[in-house]
């Protein structure tokens, strides 16, 4: 193993050459958000002299138990307020490679950029890339909105504060700056949406890809988001008219928050559907805004887009037990996926955007979760190993999930490398054509469709 030093703007870092891949660990893009820095903007890393130590796993930021564990399986690791690092693979130090980005998923309350399960190493390996892993705020810490204590998106903020060192230094690690695709799951996805319609981030990426972005979820007014802060406040035994209200939340424990956050789901997480923290942007409050507004500013920029859904995204919560249940879940997955994911991309589409659109629809044979939420990433990031035991993969023939995870590499590789899809195998998409990539691991074949809301008379909505 050998021991790779690179200077970066801020100082030298020494990483770790493993099975052929430079690895670099806890790279720091922002200071610790611990103490005055809580519920704050994020702020520039102050330089450091010798050499820091990247080669050891980072903290992930302060979280609970993922909801979804039930589905994906159980990945826990030590949290800390000094989360705002990277991670960092690539193939070579010394090349102009094209760089993709990855934003984690997690309904904005759990998850982290440098799981096993997204580890970028054979990413990095397949397409001669080099991978980025971020992780940002999430939950209170990250979407906390009250005119006593913060009015700023701040896990947004982290987040183009990664993408902000990612242009200034990625060059050090072998990456081309002008050549950055960012790629995110369900709430990850949700941020690049958020982010690609905001004119700060003109210039910091070129292509996207969103996967299983929920965009029906839209974002808070602040009226709501002040409802929750305030739930929050009264769990912590703290007075949100107190003049100190900013510095008591600020000294209070991580778990005392975390506990907080627990009990105001409990209180209000029905009326929100399941997701109390997300941006507060008025002006986008509805899906159809959200997506229009996004849509613009690609247009605007003509940025690169594939975007797609899995077939049954709501499985990953619930399994219905009749065919009344299922309708309800089918008619939540079109308002929360379909729907809005379709209308964003043929708004992209039609202002000239290059758009590719796909559909996720192979599942384990014996797994009660189908073609579920996440049952993409595994092939992805070609981790099976780390996937193991995932219930949503049941017992599916290795030699089928590895042919998978070649077919999707392959093709996300492409994209990363390009920005473009080899137009023979899967045609770009449009209103007039609305031609899908199927994925489904037998000859993953094209075909147009049409989302239409779910009736009794079409239970799945959808027509090809």
């Known amino acids: ?20 891949i430079w690895k670099f660990q806890g790279v720091p893009y922002a200071r610790t958000t611990a103490g005055k820095n809580r519920f704050c903007p994020p702020q520039a890393v102050a330089p450091w002299e010798g050499v820091r130590d990247a080669t050891h796993r980072a903290p992930i930021a ?17 949290y800390s307020e000094e ?7 690539t193939p070579a130090l010394d090349g102009r490679l094209p760089v993709a980005v990855w934003f984690h998923g997690g309904a904005n309350i759990s998850g982290a950029g440098n799981l096993d399960w997204y580890d970028g190493a054979a990413l990095a390996r397949r397409g001669n890339i080099v991978v980025v892993g971020v992780n940002f705020r999430l939950a209170a810490f990250g979407f906390l909105y009250h005119p006593q204590v913060n009015t700023e998106n701040l896990s947004i903020l982290d ?68 409802r929750i802060a305030e739930c929050l406040m009264g769990y912590l035994g703290v007075d949100p008219k107190d003049p100190d209200v900013k510095g008591k939340m600020q000294a209070a424990s991580i ?35 959200t997506a229009e507004a996004a849509a613009r500013e690609a247009v605007r920029r003509h940025l ?53 659109k796909y559909h996720f629809e192979w599942c384990a044979p014996d797994s009660k979760f189908d073609a579920c939420h996440t049952i993409e990433l595994p092939f992805v990031f070609g981790t099976l190993k780390a996937w193991e035991g995932s219930p949503m993969l049941g017992t599916a023939a290795a030699a089928d999930k590895e042919r998978l995870t070649d077919t999707m590499q392959s093709y996300w ?52």
């Open 1 to 20: 193993m050998h021991e790779p030093h690179v200077h970066t703007a801020q100082g030298e870092i020494k990483g770790a050459f493993v099975d052929g």
């Open 62 to 78: 302060p979280q609970g138990p993922s909801d979804l564990e039930a589905t994906m399986g159980v990945e826990r690791h030590p």
């Open 83 to 89: 989360c705002l690092t990277l991670t960092i693979n």
């Open 159 to 226: 987040q183009i504060a990664a993408l902000r060192w990612v242009q200034e230094n990625i060059a050090a690690f072998g990456g081309d700056p002008g050549r950055v695709t960012i790629f995110g799951q369900s709430a990850g996805a949700n941020a690049i949406v958020h982010m690609m319609a905001l004119p700060q981030t003109e210039g910091l990426f070129q292509s996207a890809i969103l996967e299983s972005p929920s965009i029906g979820r839209a974002n808070h007014v602040p009226e709501d988001a002040v």
């Open 255 to 289: 778990e005392s928050i975390l506990a907080a956050t627990d009990a105001c789901f409990a209180d209000m997480g029905r009326e929100f559907g399941g997701m109390l923290f997300k941006p507060v942007k008025p002006e986008w409050n509805t899906p159809e805004a």
């Open 304 to 356: 690169n887009i594939v975007i797609g859904t899995t077939a049954d995204e709501m499985h990953a919560f619930v399994q219905p037990t009749d065919d009344r249940q299922e309708l309800a879940v089918r008619v939540a997955q079109f308002e929360r996926y379909d729907k809005p994911d379709d209308l964003f991309a043929r708004l992209a589409a039609q202002g000239g955007c290059p758009v590719w």
């Open 413 to 464: 590789c492409r994209f990363f490398t390009s920005g473009a899809m080899d137009e023979t195998l899967w045609p770009r998409f449009s209103s007039q054509r609305p031609v899908h990539k199927i994925f489904d691991n037998v000859d993953n074949s094209c075909r147009e469709i049409v989302f239409e809301r779910p009736d009794e008379n079409s239970p799945k909505g959808r027509q090809s």
